[in-house]
C-alpha cells in the first residue's frame, strides 16, 4: 500500500487563492448561523480541498454545466451541501451570493443537501450516506460502457470521451454498507477513472468515530484492489498545515493510475480553524453560534462585524474559472469534430442519445408470443432483452448474482468486466453490456442510478422480489431525482413455492408502492411482459420495476374470444374481457399471475349470468395518471361492486375497490410447498374470487353491510377491504 503522501508539486495559488479559501470557510459559517441549522464544519476544514478541486482540477465549463466533456464530482457527503454550493458560486455556476444566504430555506437554489435538477453543477442527489459514492461507481462504468459504443480504438486518455468522476466521502459514507458492496465491485472493475477524496476527520454525529469505526480504512480499500495514498494534514512539524500541494501531487498521481480506481485519505480537523469547536461533533451538525463565528473570523483575519462579506477582487478571481472551462472545451472541440468526422454512423447514434430518442422501428423487434403455450413473465423478459439487444445498444444491465433467475442476460452478449476476470460462463471486455453485481443489491440499485445519470444508456438490474428491500434507498433516492432505472424483480409472490416465506414477497407490492415516482409493473402474460418494457423503455421520467413471475402462466388469446390486446398496458389499466351486459354487475381487477384468476372466475360468473367485467391493471401508477375519462371508462364508478386480486396483502386495492369492494389477498407470509398447493391452501382461487363477487354484489345492492375497514383474512385466505 502506498500509504505515503507522494513528492509535493507546486500548485502556485496565490494570495487571492488562499484568502477565497478563508472566504469560504465564513460563508459557509455565515450561512448555517443565518438559518440557524446545517453543516457547517466540514465546509469550513474541506475549503482548501474543493477549492482544489473546483479551480485546479476539474475539467469543467461553469457557463456550460453539461458539456460532454467534462469532469463529473460528486460529493457523497452530502450534509455538507456548502462544500459544493460555495464553489459552484465562486467559480460562476450560476449561483450567487444571495443563494448562499438563503441555505436551507423555502425556494432557494441551496436546499440542504444537494438536489439533481435544482441546482446547476449539481450531478446527483446526496444526503443519504453512501448513495453517492456508491452511484459513482456507476457514473464511471457508464463512461467506460459509452466509450465502448462510441470510441473504442482510440488510446486511453485520448478520446473526447474520455474524463474522471471524483468524489469527496465522509466517514460515515465509509461507515455505510452500500459503499463497501460499490467500492468491492469497481475494484474487480478496475476502474480508473474513478478518483474518490476521503475526508479522515474522525468525527460524526455522535462524536469521535473511536466508539464505531476502527477498521483500518486504506488496507480495506487496498484489498478491494483500489491505488491508495495518504495525507496528513495533521502530521506538520508545526502543527496543522494544509499542505494543498501534496493533495494536489496525490490526485495527480491518482490520475496517472489507468488500471485501478484510486482512494485518497486526507486527514482534516473538522472545522479548522474554529477556535473552540475544531475537532468536535459540535461543529458538525449545528450552528458554531455567534461568538465561535465571531472567534472563526478574526483568526482569519476578516471584519466580524460584516456578515457574507466577499471581496470584489476574490469573486473576480475565482471566476476566471469561466474563462479557464472555455478554453479547456475550446481544445477539446477539435478532437470531438474530428471524432465526429471519422465516425458519422457513431454520431448518429450519440445525437440521438443525447436528444434521448428511440430509433425509428425499434418497437418492431419485440416479440409476440402465441397463444395456449404457458410462459413465465420473467422468462418472456429475458426473451424482450435478447430481441432488444441489437436495436437498442444503449440498453445494458444485468443481476445481483441471479442472471439464470431473473432472465437478465440478453443472448450472444459479452460482459461487461477486464477480459482477464472472464469465466467459461461468462466472457467479456472492458467495454461489455452483461452487468455482474455480485449479490449486492443495494450497490446494484446505486450504480443503476450512476449509469442513467450519467446521460447516455439506459440500464436495468435483477434480484429476486423479496430482496427489493435491500435496495430501497438507492429506490427511492433515484424516483426522488426521476431518474429512469430499470428494477427487474422476479419471484414476485408465493407462486415461487419451495424456497418458502423467507423468499416469497407479501407486503413488498404495497412497499414499493408506497414511493412516489416509483412505478410498479405486474404484466398478466408474456405479451403484456412485451409491452410493459415497450412502455418502460419510452417513458423517462422515473424508475420502473417489473415484477415477473418465476412460475409459468397461461399467454392469453389476444384479439381473438373477447380478449383486448396488450397495448393497453401503457395506460397502467384496461378492460382485457368486457361483461356479457352491457354495463358490468361486477368489476374482477387483478394483476400479475392472478389475471388468470379473474377469467376463470368470469367464466363461471358470467355462466350463471352476472355480467363480469376483467380488468388487468399492471400499474397503478400509469393508470392514476391517465384521464378521467379513461380510467371512468375502465372502472366506471357507478359500478360499486369490485374484487381485486393479487398474492400479496390488500394495502394497495382500497381506493380501487372502494367501499363495496372485496379483495382477495394474502395477508400473511407463505409456506415452502408446491406454489399450486400453496394458492389452494390460502385461498387465492378462482373459487374464491367468485365468492368475493357476491359479497360485493351484495353489499353494492345494499343487501349486505359493508366489510370493516381494514384487510381481514376469512377463513378462506380472502382479505375484506374497504
Avoid at 126 to 134: D, K
Avoid at 396 to 419: I, Y
Avoid at 454 to 482: I, N
Avoid at 617 to 638: G, K, S, T
Wanted: hydrophobic content about 40%.
Amino acid at each position: 500500500m502506498n500509504a505515503k503522501a507522494p513528492q509535493a508539486q507546486t500548485v502556485g495559488w496565490t494570495e487571492l487563492d488562499h484568502k477565497a479559501v478563508d472566504t469560504v470557510r465564513v460563508l459557509a459559517a455565515d450561512a448555517v448561523e443565518r438559518v440557524g441549522n446545517g453543516h457547517p464544519g466540514t465546509a469550513i476544514s474541506l475549503a482548501p480541498a474543493a477549492y482544489l478541486l473546483y479551480q485546479n482540477v476539474l475539467r469543467h465549463d461553469p457557463a456550460d454545466p453539461h458539456w460532454l466533456g467534462r469532469d463529473r464530482f460528486i460529493l457523497s457527503a452530502g450534509h455538507s451541501s456548502l462544500t459544493q454550493y460555495i464553489q459552484l458560486y465562486l467559480a460562476g455556476f450560476g449561483l450567487e451570493l444571495e443563494d448562499i444566504a438563503a441555505l436551507r430555506t423555502w425556494g432557494s437554489k441551496t436546499p440542504g443537501h444537494p438536489e439533481y435538477k435544482h441546482t446547476e453543477g449539481v450531478e446527483i442527489t446526496t444526503g443519504p450516506l453512501g448513495q453517492g459514492l456508491a452511484s459513482a461507481v456507476g457514473f464511471a462504468m457508464a463512461a467506460r460502457r459509452e466509450r465502448g459504443l462510441l470510441d473504442p480504438e482510440s488510446p486511453a486518455g485520448e478520446s473526447p470521451f474520455d474524463h474522471h468522476v471524483y468524489v469527496i466521502a465522509s466517514d460515515g459514507d465509509l461507515q455505510e454498507g452500500v459503499t463497501s458492496e460499490a467500492s468491492s465491485i469497481a475494484g474487480t472493475q478496475k476502474l480508473g477513472n474513478l478518483i474518490v477524496l476521503w475526508d479522515d476527520n474522525h468525527i460524526s454525529i455522535e462524536g469521535d468515530t473511536e466508539i464505531a469505526f476502527t477498521e483500518d480504512v486504506l488496507k480495506r480499500y487496498e484489498a478491494y484492489g483500489w491505488h491508495v495514498q495518504f495525507v496528513d494534514w495533521t502530521a506538520g512539524a508545526d502543527g496543522y498545515v494544509e499542505d494543498v500541494d501534496a493533495l494536489h501531487a496525490a490526485i495527480e498521481a491518482a490520475k496517472a493510475v489507468t488500471d485501478r480506481p484510486s482512494f485518497i485519505g486526507l486527514r482534516t480537523i473538522i472545522a479548522w480553524p474554529s477556535p473552540t469547536k475544531q475537532n468536535t461533533h459540535g461543529s458538525h451538525g449545528s450552528k458554531l453560534g455567534t461568538d465561535e463565528v465571531r472567534g472563526l473570523k478574526e483568526a482569519l483575519g476578516f471584519d466580524a462585524e460584516k456578515t457574507f462579506d466577499v471581496a470584489p477582487e476574490v469573486i473576480e478571481h475565482t471566476r476566471k474559472a469561466l474563462e479557464r472551462g472555455a478554453q479547456a472545451q475550446a481544445e477539446w472541440a477539435p478532437r470531438f469534430e474530428a471524432w465526429r468526422a471519422a465516425n458519422p454512423d457513431r454520431a448518429a447514434l450519440l445525437d440521438r442519445l443525447r436528444a434521448g430518442e428511440l430509433p425509428t422501428g425499434w418497437a418492431d423487434a419485440l416479440p409476440t408470443f402465441p397463444a395456449g403455450k404457458a410462459v413465465a413473465t420473467r422468462a418472456a423478459s429475458g426473451e424482450v432483452l435478447s430481441a432488444l439487444a441489437d436495436v437498442l445498444p444503449e440498453l445494458w444491465g444485468g443481476s445481483a448474482d441471479l442472471a439464470g433467475s431473473n432472465n437478465t442476460t440478453m443472448k450472444g452478449q459479452p460482459s461487461f468486466l477486464p477480459p482477464e476476470r472472464s469465466t467459461h460462463e461468462f466472457s467479456g471486455d472492458e467495454f461489455g453490456r452483461t452487468l455482474h453485481f455480485g449479490i449486492r443489491e443495494h450497490a446494484m440499485g446505486s450504480i443503476l442510478s450512476g449509469i442513467v445519470l450519467h446521460g447516455l444508456t439506459r440500464a436495468y438490474g435483477g434480484t429476486f422480489f423479496t430482496f427489493s428491500d435491500y435496495m430501497r434507498g438507492a429506490v427511492r433516492l433515484a424516483a426522488l431525482m426521476g431518474v429512469p432505472a430499470i428494477y427487474v424483480w422476479t419471484h414476485d409472490s408465493i407462486g415461487l413455492g419451495e424456497d418458502g416465506p423467507t423468499h416469497q414477497p407479501v407486503e413488498h407490492l404495497t412497499a414499493v408502492r408506497a414511493i412516489p415516482g416509483l412505478a410498479v409493473v405486474r404484466p398478466a402474460d408474456a405479451n403484456e411482459t412485451a409491452a410493459a418494457w415497450k412502455a418502460t423503455l419510452e417513458r423517462t421520467d422515473g424508475p420502473v420495476g417489473l415484477i415477473l413471475t418465476r412460475q409459468n402462466v397461461p399467454t392469453f388469446p389476444r384479439g381473438e374470444d373477447g380478449f383486448a390486446g396488450a397495448e393497453g398496458v401503457a395506460r397502467g389499466a384496461y378492460v382485457l374481457l368486457e361483461s356479457s351486459t352491457p354495463t358490468p354487475e361486477v368489476i374482477l381487477i387483478g394483476t400479475g399471475s392472478e389475471v388468470q384468476l379473474a377469467v376463470a372466475a368470469r367464466e363461471t360468473l358470467e355462466a350463471a349470468g352476472v355480467g363480469t367485467r376483467v380488468v388487468s391493471a399492471p400499474c397503478l401508477e400509469w393508470f392514476a395518471e391517465q384521464d378521467d375519462a379513461y380510467r371512468e371508462q375502465v372502472l366506471p364508478a357507478a359500478v360499486r361492486a369490485r374484487v381485486s386480486v393479487e398474492a400479496g396483502i390488500a394495502l394497495s386495492w382500497h381506493k380501487i375497490v372502494g367501499d363495496a369492494g372485496r379483495s382477495v389477498s394474502l395477508e400473511h407470509y407463505g409456506a415452502s410447498a408446491a406454489y399450486e398447493t400453496l394458492y389452494e391452501e390460502f385461498g387465492i382461487t378462482a373459487d374464491a374470487v367468485v365468492a368475493a363477487a357476491h359479497e360485493s354484489i351484495a353489499a353494492a345492492s345494499g343487501d349486505a353491510a359493508p366489510s370493516a375497514t381494514g384487510s381481514t383474512p376469512t377463513e378462506s385466505g380472502t382479505g375484506d377491504q374497504l
